[in-house]
């Protein structure tokens, strides 16, 4: 139970953070993952959202969030809720973003499945209303 508490507490402070800034902590999600670190979204690179590509190490969840922040304008990120087991922790949320070309603003649901390893995110899986996303940045 003190791991599961203790990833809770990394992502409080990383899922607050990240509201706050709209977006500007990067670096400090990038801190608290392993190099190898797997990270998937359900649109999977989708056309109009492509930064959503399956990341398989800190670099490339480098470029993911460069993607994001360049076409999109984050409104809010709450997470409502999250649930732990083992290494394992869910943030369920509801987000809020401007897509920066079309103007069109996205709000869905969303569920961040995290596993941890030595203190660290090892793998990230996304999921939200991707049509939505897909509409909203076309």
Not at 29 to 46: C, I, T
Not at 100 to 108: I, Q, S, Y
Not at 109 to 129: L, Q, V
Request: hydrophobic fraction near 35%; include cysteine; proline fraction near 1%.
């Amino acid at each position: 139970m003190a791991n599961e508490n203790k990833n809770v507490t990394i992502l409080k402070a990383a899922y607050r953070l990240w509201n706050d800034t709209k977006g500007g902590s990067v670096d400090h999600w990038l801190d608290n993952m392993s190099d190898d670190v797997k990270f998937r979204s359900l649109a999977e690179g989708a056309k109009t959202i492509e930064f959503t590509r399956t990341s398989s190490c800190k670099d490339e969840v480098r470029q993911y969030f460069a993607g994001l922040t360049a076409d999109w304008e984050m409104k809010y990120y709450h997470v409502d809720e999250y649930i732990a087991e083992g290494d394992r922790v869910v943030a369920l949320a509801h987000v809020s973003f401007k897509n920066k070309r079309t103007g069109k603003v996205l709000e869905t649901p969303k569920a961040d499945f995290h596993k941890f390893r030595d203190g660290k995110i090892c793998e990230f899986f996304e999921f939200y209303d991707t049509a939505k996303a897909i509409e909203t940045a076309s």
